[in-house]
């Protein structure tokens, strides 16, 4: 997730020769939202910027959020959530609608971060030159940047649990192409989003934060016998939330929306690795082609794109419901049709999962995919590969 954050907020920050003021500068001064408020969308340069510049103020709202109402979720590791947050002394009261609310706003934020970068064409011409220590997100919402906001703060935490130093910013400069990777990524954070709307967690956040509650009242003037509560009691509290929200009926309305979004992620992917694949310059490459260098220095071997690619088909071809998903009892002729678990979606049990008698409605005869092109992907990596797949998308 960092380099995805890296990337977009250094896609974003980088229109200064076609409006005439420094964007990057505009970032490391005023912040985000001071600087989408200067840009409009006039050329191709313009509207790649404008377009991450919003991406950008799509996930820095969604920090905003978590650190106004004290949601501290990194330890999921899911998308977004996982980023982490500074803590804030005085929260506002949490409620248990406030994730759906995040996720719903999230939606409508990418779509508007989409729609310039998807007005960019294959004969425009851009160079965004940005440094990436100019960035940072204003997380406690004073205006002012505090070292906990930066891109390098908030990426290291994620990443590896401790702040990154960068004394030499590297520059990359972002083209045409770049334009179809961050739609891209908006696809694929939609379609998550979509997910989470689809199986909402409110009533299950507002279920376990009750019995929480009750069971802390119980005897409230005594002493625990342990401290098992504080060690693990938010973390099984958490693991309860998404267990009872699963076994929900989910909303087929996001479930479609999320499928679509999925294979719109893979149509804009298409179109990124066809224009690098033109690009004859080697100048601060963001994902490089097999005759260019990366300029943050991560070793993408010869032969990436056409790996990757070969991933992405898979993942159409399961999406689209022409290639079935292995499934342990099934026989080798047949699988599980994921086109029709998101057209007619049923609650995740795990129990009926693991058995099969949950997953029946969706298993027929039929070609399995193969998981040769991502043993391949991963050969090549050397143990890096999901690594790239946040890179790639």
Do not use: C
């Amino acid at each position: 997730m960092i380099r995805t954050l890296l990337s977009a907020l250094i896609l974003s920050a980088s229109a200064a020769a076609a409006q005439g003021f420094d964007v990057s500068k505009s970032i490391a001064e005023t912040g985000l939202a001071a600087t989408e408020a200067r840009l409009t969308a006039d050329d191709a340069t313009t509207r790649f910027a404008l377009g991450g510049v919003r991406f950008l103020r799509a996930i820095e709202a969604t920090l905003q959020t978590r650190w106004r109402l004290g949601i501290n979720a990194e330890r999921t590791q899911l998308p977004i959530l996982r980023l982490p947050v500074p803590a804030n002394p005085t929260p506002e009261p949490f409620t248990p609608d406030a994730i759906t609310g995040l996720f719903s706003t999230l939606v409508a934020d990418l779509d508007d971060a989409r729609a310039p970068l998807l007005e960019i064409a294959d004969s425009d011409a851009v160079d965004l030159p940005i440094t990436i220590t100019d960035l940072w997100f204003d997380v406690n919402m004073n205006g002012t940047r505090d070292p906990a906001e930066s891109v390098t703060d908030i990426g290291g935490l994620a990443m590896t649990g401790r702040t990154v130093t960068i004394i030499d910013a590297p520059v990359i400069h972002f083209d045409t192409a770049d334009a179809a990777w961050l739609a891209a990524y908006t696809h694929f954070l939609t379609g998550f989003a979509q997910l989470v709307l689809a199986f909402d967690p409110t009533e299950s956040i507002a279920r376990v934060n009750e019995s929480s509650d009750r069971m802390n009242l119980l005897a409230a003037d005594t002493p625990y016998l342990n401290a098992l509560d504080m060690q693990f009691g938010r973390d099984l509290d958490r693991m309860a939330m998404i267990y009872f929200a699963l076994q929900q009926q989910p909303d087929p309305t996001h479930t479609r929306a999320a499928h679509g979004a999925f294979l719109s992620m893979i149509v804009q992917n298409r179109v990124f690795w066809d224009r690098v694949a033109q690009e004859t310059d080697n100048i601060g490459e963001w994902v490089p082609n097999d005759n260019q260098q990366q300029a943050l220095g991560l070793p993408v071997p010869e032969g990436t794109g056409a790996r990757w690619e070969a991933v992405l088909s898979d993942a159409e071809d399961l999406l689209n419901g022409t290639k079935l998903i292995p499934y342990w009892r099934l026989r080798e002729g047949a699988g599980l049709n994921m086109k029709k678990l998101f057209e007619t979606p049923v609650p995740v049990d795990l129990a009926e999962w693991l058995q099969g008698v949950g997953l029946l409605p969706f298993a027929e005869e039929g070609e399995r995919v193969s998981i040769e092109n991502w043993r391949a992907f991963e050969r090549m990596l050397r143990g890096d590969a999901m690594l790239f797949v946040f890179f790639l998308n």
